[in-house]
């Protein structure tokens, strides 16, 4: 059965550094998206991707976050200066129009 | 934005009892999904059901859009179906979780 695959599965890294989650989709979907889930609570939109771009965004993807479809297949998000509250469990997940959205395993982040 | 409200919040069963979880929400949808999160935080799909019914085993799902309220059943629960069950909700896009049920089945 298809499904989301993400990598790494869990990642440590210092206050400040550069950190990239990557995520490979399911190969027919075209709708893309990151969510973060910090311990404990809901879970919560991130960034929706389509036709190569952003198509919408939440109040919290700001201007440290950034994403990238490379190509035909990876699907990337980048912060650029962790602080410790981003610390929390990131997923992908992709859909076809108008269909149910299949999430990754998830990638937990630990900024320390 | 639309509300999502889950109940309850925390949920104690022994093995083999039923169970009934419930997720309001405050605006018309077009997506409701149910997962459920298991020990290891993987988000597990269980049903894709803007409307009507749909049963996957001892699992069952009902929602009743005109309503704005989804139940999700699980009969004869076992040890493994503890865990966290989302209701998350959208348009034809994004999904809003809920704070999600947390689930403890025991022997």
């Known amino acids: 059965e298809p499904e989301v695959t993400q990598t790494p599965s869990h990642q440590v890294t210092q206050m400040g550094q550069e950190v990239i989650l990557r995520c490979v989709p399911i190969?027919?979907?075209?709708?893309f998206y990151w969510y973060r889930q910090i311990l404990g609570q809901k879970v919560e939109f991130l960034v929706s991707?389509?036709?190569?771009?952003?198509?919408?965004k939440s109040e919290i993807f700001d201007d440290q976050f950034s994403v990238e479809r490379p190509d035909g297949s990876n699907f990337t998000l980048k912060i650029r200066s962790t602080k410790l509250e981003d610390s929390a469990m990131y997923f992908c997940a992709s859909k076809i129009q108008g269909t149910e959205a299949f999430f990754g395993q998830g990638t937990r982040l630990t900024v320390v | 934005g639309i509300q999502v409200e889950q109940s309850p919040p925390d949920l104690i069963l022994q093995e083999g009892a039923n169970s009934t979880l419930r997720c309001n929400f405050s605006?018309?949808?077009?997506?409701l999904q149910w997962f459920h999160q298991n020990p290891w935080g993987q988000l597990i799909n269980l049903f894709y059901i803007p409307s009507g019914t749909k049963q996957n085993g001892r699992l069952s799902a009902t929602t009743v859009a005109t309503e704005r309220y989804s139940l999700l059943y699980i009969s004869s629960s076992q040890t493994t179906d503890s865990g966290v069950y989302f209701c998350?909700?959208?348009?034809?896009?994004?999904?809003?979780f809920g704070k999600g049920t947390m689930l403890l089945v025991s022997p």
């Open positions: 998350a909700v959208g348009g034809y896009s994004t999904l809003t």
């Open positions: 991707f389509y036709n190569n771009e952003i198509s919408e």
């Open positions: 190969s027919n979907h075209l709708y």
């Open positions: 605006d018309s949808v077009n997506n």
